[in-house]
């Protein structure tokens, strides 16, 4: 079974350009996270879906950040304008919950760089 | 007080130890618990995940839920070189809906 994909696996763009981050959670699957790891804070949740409606955006760090999520197989972040402190790695990760709590699956991730 | 917390190590184990990673969590609500691990340069993968309080093993792994003292830990037993990775603690608190809450992430190093 194909895991969940992310798009593209790194970035590197300049400071004030628009940046698109991709995600396909793995199918069958009702929720969808978005995290950002880095070595200073961790892994932290940006925002996440269940049932492709925002649930808790309350990670997200300012306006210029946004997520979207059309359809059950695919979403998106996005950055802008993009700044330096927004270097980091982005992981999707997408599960199936329920009436119990279950694990979440992490793609790949995409590793920007912000210059 | 974090949510979640672990010390960030490293730990250093000889090859065939024991590896014992702890962690702690701040909502007493919390029911769900996972482990994961992290090579450099990956994406976290699940060890292993508990609900209940008490033991759950699978192969080398066990975790162990303790819900009085808030507190869950992960024990690898015949520790390998290839364990060598940072293990990440997740919690999702008692706040309504599926929020999950890591930890810093403990450094494990098993030297051959």
């Known amino acids: 079974d194909a895991g969940v994909i992310q798009s593209p696996r790194h970035e590197v763009t300049e400071m004030g350009q628009e940046v698109t981050l991709r995600c396909k959670p793995i199918?069958?699957?009702?929720?969808l996270f978005w995290y950002r790891q880095t070595m200073m804070r961790g892994l932290e949740l940006l925002i996440y879906?269940?049932?492709?409606?925002?649930?808790?955006d309350s990670g997200m760090p300012e306006d210029r950040f946004s997520a979207k999520m059309p359809n059950a197989s695919f979403s998106t972040l996005k950055i802008q304008p993009s700044e330096p402190r927004d270097s980091a790695v982005y992981f999707c990760a997408s599960s199936l919950q329920g009436t119990s709590n279950q694990p979440q699956h992490f793609g790949d991730g995409t590793r920007l760089s912000i210059l | 007080q974090k949510e979640v917390e672990q010390n960030s190590g490293p730990l250093s184990v000889p090859e065939g130890a024991i590896a014992s990673l702890n962690c702690t969590y701040s909502?007493?609500?919390?029911?769900?618990f996972f482990w994961y691990r992290q090579y450099s340069g990956k994406s976290p993968e699940l060890i292993m995940f508990i609900y209940s309080n008490g033991d759950k093993e699978d192969g080398r792994f066990t975790a162990q839920l303790n819900k009085a003292s808030q507190y869950v830990s992960l024990l690898i037993r015949d520790s390998q070189p290839s364990d060598s990775a940072t293990y990440l603690c997740a919690v999702i608190p008692n706040t309504g809906g599926f929020k999950t809450i890591f930890g810093a992430g403990t450094r494990l190093f098993v030297k051959a």
């Open positions: 199918s069958g699957h009702n929720s």
């Open positions: 909502d007493r609500g919390s029911q769900s």
């Open positions: 879906f269940n049932n492709n409606v925002p649930i808790d």
